[in-house]
């Protein structure tokens, strides 16, 4: 739902999971952004490497709104996760469908 709102078409979502993201779809700047994105949300160091791609096409604002963007998403999801929360049918048919991504299976217990 965030992804369409935020202007994603049909083809960048139906690709957002691959690794690596296709050229064809995804620019440059999306691509070290999405890079970013999952790094970001693994817990993993940000290297050098990607901070040279992000910086190509980011200012050090951007960077840092950039940053604050994905942990806050990782705030929510957490709260998403842990209560299995989703959007009600109303909600949904606003915003014009859902994710072509597949809800995870719950955590086994």
Do not use: W
């Not at 999405?34 to 040279?52: E, G, K, N």
């Not at 050090?60 to 709260?79: D, H, K, S, W, Y």
């Amino acid at each position: 739902m965030l992804g369409r709102s935020a202007g994603l078409d049909d083809a960048k979502l139906a690709h957002i999971a691959h690794d690596p993201l296709p050229s064809e779809v995804y620019s440059d700047e999306e691509q070290a952004i999405v890079r970013y994105a999952r790094t970001s949300t693994r817990s993993q160091p940000i290297d050098d490497a990607l901070y040279a791609d992000l910086s190509k096409f980011l200012s050090t604002q951007q960077l840092m709104e950039l940053c604050f963007t994905v942990g806050l998403a990782n705030l929510i999801n957490r709260f998403h996760a842990t209560f299995r929360t989703d959007l009600d049918a109303a909600t949904t048919d606003s915003l014009g469908g859902s994710c072509p991504l597949p809800i995870p299976d719950p955590p086994r217990t």
